[in-house]
């Protein structure tokens, strides 16, 4: 079988369903390698920063590691921004969408708020922008998190001289949380805190 029979969704067989399962399972499997990829892209996205899009998230994701931080809050540092180029406009919750069933709520939170909480370091230049609208989740448990996410990896990483790891140097750990079983309780864990920095 090449292909299913079917014109309009409604007609599949079974048959049709286990043959596309089968594919969605295989194609499932590369989802590391395509966002791999796609952080590349970020390259050919926005400019007038001193380092490009991918070298900002290399770096967000350089200060993660070195800082002692877990898996889980390096691959969201290395990917909160990959919407960049697809959706400049909710980029944070582009990202968030695509990290939701790999990493912990408490990661895919602070991706999917850290556009509203960065704000606050240029809203006051920005004609009807909000400079306080992080304000907005004031009282959420990850509230904190996201500010911590902001402060020492987000608008830190834009330096030309700091010494980046390269994307090389991220491969596994992305292969590693995109091999994970989609929303597994265990990884997810609403509620979980963890510290940021290895501390």
Request: with cysteine; hydrophobic share 35%.
């Amino acid at each position: 079988m090449d292909h299913v029979s079917f014109t309009q969704m409604k007609d599949g067989t079974k048959e049709d369903y286990d043959f596309l399962n089968r594919h969605e399972i295989d194609h499932t499997r590369h989802t590391a390698q395509r966002l791999l990829t796609a952080l590349v892209d970020l390259d050919k996205g926005l400019s007038g920063y001193k380092i490009t899009r991918l070298g900002h998230s290399l770096q967000s994701a350089t200060r993660a590691q070195r800082d002692g931080a877990d898996t889980d809050w390096i691959v969201a540092a290395l990917l909160h921004d990959i919407g960049d180029i697809y959706a400049p406009y909710n980029h944070d919750e582009y990202a968030a969408t695509i990290l939701k069933p790999f990493v912990r709520e408490q990661c895919t939170w602070c991706v999917q708020t850290h556009g509203d909480f960065q704000m606050v370091y240029y809203g006051h230049h920005l004609d009807g922008a909000d400079p306080d609208k992080r304000e907005r989740h004031r009282g959420h448990p990850y509230f904190d998190d996201c500010a911590e996410f902001c402060e020492r990896w987000d608008q830190a990483s834009f330096d030309p001289d700091y010494d980046t790891l390269p994307l090389s140097d991220f491969a596994l750990l992305v292969e590693q949380v995109f091999a994970r079983t989609p929303y597994d309780p265990a990884v997810i864990r609403p509620g979980a805190r963890v510290p940021l920095t290895g501390a």
